[in-house]
């Protein structure tokens, strides 16, 4: 195999995560997706600003969850578990499965009826996974997946695994070097909160700098990685309105949202996420699901870019904070579009314009071209 072919990010940044020499990597080649920047719709909406789509999309299950998860499975089976646990709105539920599969060992996945995206249980059910629908939301499922890895031999790969958020660092690490420093403002959707932190982990250690946003090292590290940025970006995070407990800042019972990804309303890493936006001197906004729908329209229009509604909430996020001036003129931003849009097929044909159907005759269409030409 040629040296420079691409084998995931645990081969890629060995030296700046917890893996010895010995550890058997479980990979799928996750990381290394496009740093996309955006060409139209700055110019349509008249920003004065430089913006950036980290598509993780592309990872291989389609989510940035696999960052995390090659992490959680490799240590899994280097600490010789035979089973694997979480809870999910989907994504995670994908990566698990997908990872487990790699890895021959079982998965157990735990999601709320009827509220998680189509293509994300397809995922899950091909992968062998045991999918275990529960009469709750995921939070419910946060619960008792906590309660039955203490008993049973299963390992808990929720983020709650502090590996989870070491793997999910290393985006930190690809837009440092793409980018030759930091951006300005980061920006992402906030669901359980373990991106958020694990973004700060990343550029506080591409920075050389200490944060509080880690569980691994619980703000003690003293990082003596290499040093690859100048400077740690402003972090913002977007929650939907019906599921905003960092714009409540209380838990929230009950939460709705179109963004299926992030219906979460009791995020495990509260504590790391408010360290994160304090120490970015960051905030957090909420967007309704009529700004979420409508910016994951836009973008898919006006870039070719298809991302699930969580992701697209950035953008909905973007046009909101950019009009109140809430990003210093001349910005670069970067935004994670943390999942692809093909994860929830349901949600894009409900927006879109229903296909014409029309006879197979030239005349019919034809005459359906001219219309549109
Ligand atoms: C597309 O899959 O929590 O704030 O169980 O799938 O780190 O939770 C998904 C979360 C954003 C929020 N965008 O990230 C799960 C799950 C997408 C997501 C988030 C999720 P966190």
Known sequence: MNDHHYTGLIEKYRDRLPVAESTKVISLNEGNTPLIELRNLPVKLGWNHQIFCKFEGLNPTGSFKDRGMTMAVTKAVESGAKAIICASTGNTSAAAAAYAARAGIKSFVLIPEGKIALGKLSQAMMHGATVIQIRGNFDDGMRLVQELSSTMPLNLVNSINPYRLQGQKTIAFEVVEALGDAPDYHVMPVGNAGNISAHWIGYSEAAGRQCGSCNLCNGECAFKGVVISTKRPTLVGYQASGAAPFLRNEMVDSPETVATAIRIGHPVSWDLAWAAQKESAGWFEECTD??????????????????????????????????????????????????????????????SEAPVVVEATRDEIGAIIERHL
């Open 290 to 351: 009529e700004e979420i729908l409508h910016a994951q329209k836009v973008l898919a229009e006006s870039e070719g870019i298809f991302c699930e509604p969580a992701s697209a909430i950035t953008v909905a996020g973007l046009i909101k904070d950019i009009e109140r001036n809430r990003y210093k003129s001349g910005s670069r931003i970067v935004c994670t579009l943390t999942g692809h849009g093909l994860k929830d097929p349901d949600t894009a044909i409900s927006q």
